[in-house]
């Protein structure tokens, strides 16, 4: 009560947004007078002639107009009565309130806006530059260090500077000379050239840019909503509703808007598009499916390009030129996946005339929810064969499968024991210690489900009874005599002793692996092996290690194949492939597959080919990518339940949009069935009471399997079995009445199945007497219109067979009913044995079923059912809120560290000047060398400088001479200028030796040369492009070798997160040493010979006066010291190269220097 006294007292944050909204919807309405056609001029003309004879005032007429105020409308009131009478029109009369304007006319105002837009946002910036100290105090920040220099002239110049870029730059050129003057005067800017300031001045207006931008765009927001209003109305017969334009302004402010089903979501999005493609930095429109892009362009196309704007969307099947070209419009649709391969795939390109994204500015999500919830757990993976696939799937499988049939078996023996206690002690505590185990082994056992449906006191004795042994710590007795344990709520399985014992009759120590730590140490101390020997026994007992960890992995994911996915109900066979459900949309999932090989461990248990293991060449998870761009908002009609998800990890607010008509579908409690059959008998009675009326009804499940269930029960010879002998005769009566066969309900089943016919049974679902049994893909992207006379019938009526872990999924499926103040009605019916009852809420509920004394018949429908349910739900909500957030905090780690690695790729694809780069790296390699033969702490001639010489001409082909020396006299310094020098001097020779190649030729190996650069610099750049792609993709597959385990190291009291980071850090770091060293070495070790039977320039020979052949060591410039493992060795790590102002690799968030590099 007192809760709903201070709400009514005070206005939730919802209320006080649309508040704040109102008067720019107010703003809007009174403006869309101005973009008026003739034909709506005349009418308004019209009526306002009759209004003012019939005594009204102008605010009454038009109650648009009462932004002005009561003065103002007076004064036009009777100026409106004198001359309207004289036979003009309101345009004649109000100018500045009323206006016509051409298709033509409306048309051009986007050039009208856009330079509207310039003019702003060039003041805009005009005023900072003439602010210097800012501008100063910007590019000391921006280019103090060479680690942030690097990255922020990399933007500039991965950006192509865009039409508005381009000329508030040019009108510019007085001020930006007047910075670079003040700036080249800085102590702190001596070394910098003036191009290099020049680019940074370049980098403060592109950031200044973007929020002049959103300051001109707020000021342009009114009229362009009413423009594109107008446009609608001339091209779609459609006109925004006020509650669409506060959809609008939300989605312009970068925020989540809520809209129920049937509230013109499509519509609304163009309202904030068109405002913010004006600037012409690209809108991205982000949809569930490539059938919904290209719907969507093709209908609200129209009313862009009636606008002027060009519009364009993503399919599947485009080439990189058309991609390109669809990307340079000024809108483009298209789904989450295709925006996020393209990304991907743009930072896999050489070239940056291959690339076809541009800035990620702008993006508006359709279903949000779906795609930053349900699929934010999916990383976007593009993925290459391995070359060894090492899994034992064939080898595991009779062993685990004869394991699995053995459990079943002990299951079923400890329940028979349990129930045997109820001819002698039926409360013996003894009983519901064996129900527990029967749980534990096998939590879907139906004998157990129908037992505790059954007896009212069990689930609520067995709860007590684990908390005994909780409180005890004695949990693992629970696990005598089981093979394995499985654990649902944690989606996983662990065996027991005894099954590892089974597992591992033909292998001993299967189960054991060998630690590492020990064995190293033990390796180290061993005096009598020399450093070579050590190194070998290293790599044996390393490869020990790998084989026993992938057999483990291997047996664990078989298990959880047989135990814990369901075909049918997880999956489906569809030639000879397993093919994925999706859970939210009940929809197959072509092309993905689970990870960490468990779809190949389901390959090997339904006995079809398994597919060869993928290595990943990029990757990226939905949650980072969306947050690389610079406004991001979405739309659906579920997403208030995770407003503390979009908040905290997307900061992302959500604001929910009242519906246009009042919401009239009636929502009836749920009802609860003790078992599934008592339920599915219900659910069938109300789907025959609703055919026999004629409403149309449809039908919720969560399965492929409980759809297919069903309709076999609407079957008349189940029928007969279910219904009352009355029902059942009046249901023949009136199929015959209606000329069917007879033989069952008619109906349609959508599911995975089935989804070809999609349309055609979503277009009928609304018809009278229409019977649709849906998985939940019926809850997306689908708006069921009601047929003729459905109306009066009451509308659609809802049927939910079960409930969803998440509420939002419930909601999606109800929305199909009640769409813009339509009637309609939904009910949920459950049952103790659903899943989500079973493993969150049974407790509960039962204990409710108690004391209302239900038999299992018998339904029970409360106000305390339903909310004992929503907390079932809302703990399942959080617990996977849990998971993502913490997944997520994993691929922290790998997203800064794809950050370092991007763009290091973009500074090397746009850098004319690579040879700084080249000795850069060349300055670590040397450290590294003199470390080695000549450490720190030596004396000059204890020096190994033979070792030293030898190996810089065997890795390098780089000649140092330490003759006539005074080797007493020589100092670290002195030491590495000579080998400085050394390296100077061959780069030369070899840059010689390049700019030697045939055009032809180098083109043919290295690429065209670019514009500004010479051939050096293409080939530094093809050489350092692909030494660093190589690594990064090892890289990736080791992060993925290491992420597969690292829950194992909770075990040992360790944190794996913490683990995951350090470690995850150690081996990037040794990825950034090796890079520079193979990079090094591969560049100084190439050569060109003389060989007229190249394969490799073949073609070119024939137009060729010489015969150049291109020669480089080992394969792919593969080097003797970079041939580097599939899998990471647990070796001495070497000294970190990264940057120490780069974002910490660790995933801290923290600069390098103040986390790992302090």
Not at 627 to 643: D, H, N, V
């Amino acid at each position: 009560m007192l809760t709903s006294l201070l709400t009514s007292l005070i206005p939730s944050k919802n209320d006080r947004t649309l508040r704040g909204l109102q008067p720019i919807v107010d703003q809007i309405n009174y403006l869309e007078n101005r973009f008026l056609s003739e034909k709506e001029l005349k009418e308004k003309t019209l009526r306002c002639r009759e209004g003012l004879a019939k005594g009204k005032s102008l605010g009454e007429i038009f109650p648009e107009l009462k932004i002005l105020g009561e003065r103002a409308l007076k004064e036009k009131t009777a100026l409106c009565k004198r001359e309207l009478s004289e036979g003009k029109d309101l345009a004649q009369v109000l100018p500045d309130d009323f206006r016509a304007m051409s298709d033509e006319d409306l048309r051009g105002i986007t050039e009208v806006f856009r330079t509207r837009l310039k003019e702003g946002v060039r003041e805009g910036i005009r005023s900072k530059l003439e602010s210097r100290r800012e501008v100063i105090k910007f590019l000391k920040g921006k280019l103090g260090d060479q680690e942030h220099k690097e990255a922020a002239l990399t933007m500039i110049d991965r950006n192509p500077q865009d039409l508005l870029t381009r000329e508030v730059l040019d009108s510019l050129g007085k001020e930006i000379e007047e910075v670079l003057s003040e700036a080249q005067g800085e102590v702190d800017f001596e070394e910098l050239g003036r191009e290099i300031l020049l680019k940074g001045v370049k980098v403060f207006i592109h950031e200044a840019i973007y929020k002049e931008m959103e300051r001109v765009l707020e000021e342009l927001l009114p009229e362009a909503f009413a423009v594109v209003r107008e446009a609608s109305k001339r091209t779609l017969g459609m006109r925004h509703f006020d509650v669409q334009l506060l959809g609008g302004i939300v989605l312009h402010q970068g925020k989540i808007a809520e809209m129920k089903t049937g509230e013109g979501k499509t519509l609304v999005a163009t309202l904030p598009v068109y405002l913010n493609a004006l600037p012409g930095k690209g809108v991205h429109v982000v949809t569930v499916n490539d059938y919904l892009a290209r719907r969507d362009r093709d209908w609200m196309g129209k009313i862009y390009e009636f606008l002027g704007m060009t519009v364009g969307a993503i399919q599947n099947h485009m080439g990189t030129r058309e991609r390109q070209q669809i990307y340079a419009y000024d809108i483009t649709y298209g789904t989450n996946n295709e925006f996020g391969f393209d990304y991907l795939r743009d930072n896999l390109k050489d070239s940056p005339k291959d690339r076809v994204q541009r800035e990620l500015n702008y993006a508006i999500v359709d279903e949000v929810d779906s795609i930053l919830i349900d699929e934010a757990r999916t990383p976007l993976i593009i993925s290459g064969e391995v070359e060894q696939d090492p899994h034992r799937y064939d080898e595991f499988k009779l062993p685990v499968k004869s394991l699995v049939a053995r459990q079943q078996t002990i299951v079923n023996k400890i329940f028979d024991e349990a129930i045997k206690y109820d001819e002698t002690d039926p409360d013996a505590y003894d009983k519901y210690v064996k129900l527990l185990q029967v749980e534990k082994g096998d939590p879907k056992n139906k004998r157990l489900l129908e037992y505790i449906a059954e007896h009212k006191d069990v689930k609520k004795m067995m709860v007590r009874v684990e908390d005994d042994f909780i409180r005890d710590k004695r949990l693992n007795e629970l696990q005598e005599g089981l093979l394995y344990v499985i654990n649902e709520k944690e989606n996983n399985v662990e065996l027991t002793e005894e099954g590892q014992k089974i597992l591992s009759r033909h292998e001993e120590n299967l189960f054991v692996l060998p630690d590492l730590d020990s064995e190293f140490f033990q390796i180290e101390q061993n005096e009598s092996l020399n450093r070579v020997e050590k190194e070998t026994a290293k790599q044996r007992v390393t490869k020990e290690y790998e084989e026993k960890s992938e057999k483990l992995h291997n047996i664990h994911q078989l298990i959880r194949a047989y135990t814990m996915f369901e075909k049918d109900v997880d999956y489906v066979i569809h030639n000879g492939e397993v093919i994925i459900v999706d859970e939210f949309t009940g929809r197959m999932m072509p092309g993905r597959r689970w990870s960490d090989g468990l779809h190949q461990a389901i390959e090997a248990k339904e006995g079809v080919k398994i597919a060869k293991a993928t290595q990943t060449v990029a990757t990226i998870t939905l949650q980072n990518y969306f947050r690389l761009y610079r406004k991001l908002a979405g739309m659906t009609g579920t997403a208030a339940t995770e407003a503390a998800e979009f908040a905290d990890i997307y900061k992302l607010d959500v604001v929910v949009i009242p519906t246009n008509e009042p919401m009239i579908r009636v929502d009836y409690p749920d009802v609860v069935y003790k078992t599934e059959r008592a339920k599915f008998n219900a659910v069938v009675n109300e789907i025959v009471d609703c055919y026999m009326r004629g409403q149309p009804v449809l039908v919720g499940t969560v399965s492929i399997e409980k759809s297919e269930k069903l309709s076999k029960m609407l079957e008349m010879v189940n029928l007969k079995k279910i219904l009352s002998p009355e029902k059942f005769e009046q249901l023949r009566q009136i199929l015959k009445e209606r000329g069917e066969k007879g033989t069952m309900i008619p109906h349609h089943v959508l599911n995975a199945k089935h989804h070809e016919k999609e349309a055609m049974i979503v277009a009928k679902a609304g018809q009278q007497n229409a019977v649709t049994i849906a998985t939940n893909m019926a809850g997306r992207g689908t708006d069921i219109v009601l047929g003729p006379g459905v109306v009066n019938l009451g509308g659609l009526h809802i049927i939910g067979t079960e409930r969803h872990e998440a509420r939002r999924i419930d909601n999606q499926l109800r929305g199909r009913s009640g769409r813009q103040g339509d009637p309609g009605s939904s009910r949920f019916y459950l049952s103790l044995e659903d899943d989500l009852m079973r493993i969150f809420g049974s407790e509960k509920v039962a204990a409710i079923m108690e004391r209302f004394g239900v038999d299992e018949n018998e339904p029970i429908e409360h106000d305390w059912v339903t909310r004992a349910i929503g907390s079932a739900q809302k703990k399942v909500e959080a617990r996977n809120f849990e998971i993502r957030k913490h997944l997520l905090k994993y691929d922290d780690v790998n997203n800064k560290q794809r950050e370092v690695i991007y763009t290091r790729r973009d500074h090397v694809i746009y850098s004319d000047h690579l040879k700084e780069d080249l000795f850069e790296m060349i300055e670590d390699v040397l450290y590294d060398l003199v470390d080695k033969y000549a450490p720190e702490g030596q004396y000059p001639e204890e020096w190994d400088l033979n070792g030293l010489k030898a190996e810089l001409l065997d890795k390098f082909s780089v000649y140092v001479s330490f003759e006539n020396i005074t080797v007493e006299e020589l100092t670290l310094e002195d030491l590495l200028e000579m080998i400085r020098k050394g390296f100077e001097e061959k780069y030369q020779l070899k840059k010689v030796e390049i700019e030697q190649i045939p055009d032809e030729i180098f083109g043919f190996a290295f690429g065209e040369v670019g514009n500004g650069e010479g051939k050096m610099n293409t080939f530094l750049k093809w050489v350092m492009l692909k030494t660093i792609d190589r690594n990064w993709m090892a890289h990736l597959y080791a992060m993925d070798q290491l992420k597969e385990g690292i829950g194992l190291r909770g075990y040992g009291q360790k944190d794996p997160l913490l683990e995951y980071q350090k470690e995850g850090y150690e081996m990037f770091s040794e990825m950034m040493g090796r890079i520079h060293a193979e990079t090094v070495e591969a560049i100084f070790k190439f050569s060109v010979v003389n060989r007229r039977k190249s394969a490799l320039v073949t073609a070119t020979n024939e137009v060729t006066d010489n015969s150049w052949g291109i020669s480089l060591e080992a394969d792919d410039l593969q080097t003797n010291t970079s041939e580097s493992q599939t899998k990471p060795a647990p070796i001495v790590r070497q000294t970190p190269k990264v940057g120490r102002n780069d974002p910490c690799p660790c995933g801290s968030g923290k600069k390098y220097k103040k986390c790992h590099g302090a």
